[in-house]
């Protein structure tokens, strides 16, 4: 797979990547990211990629110009499956990142400012995505949480895949199965040692005793009936 990411901040991308599974991925040749300096296709000596928003308004916006011509040098047959992040997006779910994982290319355009200019939502890209319903400063944050996502469920990225069957929003490998839709399963309880943990307090905080029965059936069971059920 590949990631092409258009950001006005290249370098807020050179930590997120340089670690753990997306670093692995990335070193394995399982994914290449790239991430282009949106000022590179601006066309004034001062690199400007903003203006004031037609009609008045507070803020200013991203213009269409220099988002097409960066799209049209790196993507001229629209191969690509086309992301920009904007609070007025679609909330991204774990089944819109498995259909995205599947991809081969995927480029991700980060808003800034007040807004990007509408034209740009319309015309140039395939899909508007939001991570939530809150605002940040720009869509870097959300691109660097979906790229992770996204390449997480690349297959052979991560080391033991079994584990992508009963994480949460995951109902692969479940008997509970819910009758709507709007629900989706969260991942049961974990515990690891010690199984007697003595607080400061004097408490003493116990592992559940089915976890230590080495029985599988009750075990499977108790997984199943301890996994919390979540709203979209």
Not at 10 to 39: C, Q, Y
Not at 106 to 128: A, K, M, P, S, T
Not at 152 to 177: A, C, D, M, Y
């Given at each position: 797979?590949?990631?092409?990411?258009?950001?006005?901040?290249?370098?807020?991308?050179?930590?997120?990547?340089?670690?753990?599974?997306?670093?692995?991925?990335?070193?394995?040749?399982?994914?290449?990211?790239?991430?282009?300096?949106?000022?590179?296709?601006?066309?004034?000596?001062?690199?400007?990629?903003?203006?004031?928003?037609?009609?008045?308004?507070?803020?200013?916006?991203?213009?269409?110009?220099?988002?097409?011509?960066?799209?049209?040098?790196?993507?001229?047959?629209?191969?690509?499956?086309?992301?920009?992040?904007?609070?007025?997006?679609?909330?991204?779910?774990?089944?819109?990142?498995?259909?995205?994982?599947?991809?081969?290319?995927?480029?991700?355009?980060?808003?800034?400012?007040?807004?990007?200019?509408?034209?740009?939502?319309?015309?140039?890209?395939?899909?508007?995505?939001?991570?939530?319903?809150?605002?940040?400063?720009?869509?870097?944050?959300?691109?660097?949480?979906?790229?992770?996502?996204?390449?997480?469920?690349?297959?052979?990225?991560?080391?033991?895949?079994?584990?992508?069957?009963?994480?949460?929003?995951?109902?692969?490998?479940?008997?509970?199965?819910?009758?709507?839709?709007?629900?989706?399963?969260?991942?049961?309880?974990?515990?690891?040692?010690?199984?007697?943990?003595?607080?400061?307090e004097g408490k003493v905080l116990e592992v559940p005793e089915v976890l230590l029965s080495g029985n599988h059936g009750k075990i499977k069971k108790w997984r199943e009936q301890n996994r919390r059920i979540a709203c979209k």
């Amino acid at each position: 797979m590949v990631i092409d990411i258009l950001t006005i901040f290249p370098k807020m991308f050179d930590s997120p990547f340089a670690e753990s599974i997306v670093k692995r991925a990335i070193d394995a040749g399982k994914v290449i990211i790239n991430t282009h300096d949106l000022r590179k296709w601006t066309s004034d000596k001062h690199k400007t990629v903003d203006a004031k928003p037609f009609g008045g308004g507070a803020g200013m916006v991203m213009m269409i110009e220099p988002i097409y011509k960066a799209l049209h040098e790196l993507d001229p047959d629209h191969g690509a499956y086309r992301i920009l992040f904007t609070a007025r997006g679609a909330r991204i779910v774990q089944e819109k990142v498995r259909e995205l994982s599947q991809k081969e290319r995927i480029i991700l355009v980060c808003g800034h400012y007040e807004e990007i200019d509408q034209r740009v939502h319309d015309f140039l890209v395939d899909e508007c995505i939001s991570i939530g319903d809150f605002i940040l400063t720009g869509g870097e944050i959300s691109s660097m949480a979906l790229t992770d996502a996204v390449v997480r469920l690349i297959p052979g990225v991560l080391g033991n895949e079994e584990s992508l069957k009963e994480e949460s929003f995951s109902t692969e490998n479940s008997n509970i199965k819910s009758q709507n839709s709007n629900f989706n399963y969260l991942e049961y309880p974990h515990y690891t040692r010690p199984a007697e943990f003595k607080a400061k307090e004097g408490k003493v905080l116990e592992v559940p005793e089915v976890l230590l029965s080495g029985n599988h059936g009750k075990i499977k069971k108790w997984r199943e009936q301890n996994r919390r059920i979540a709203c979209k």
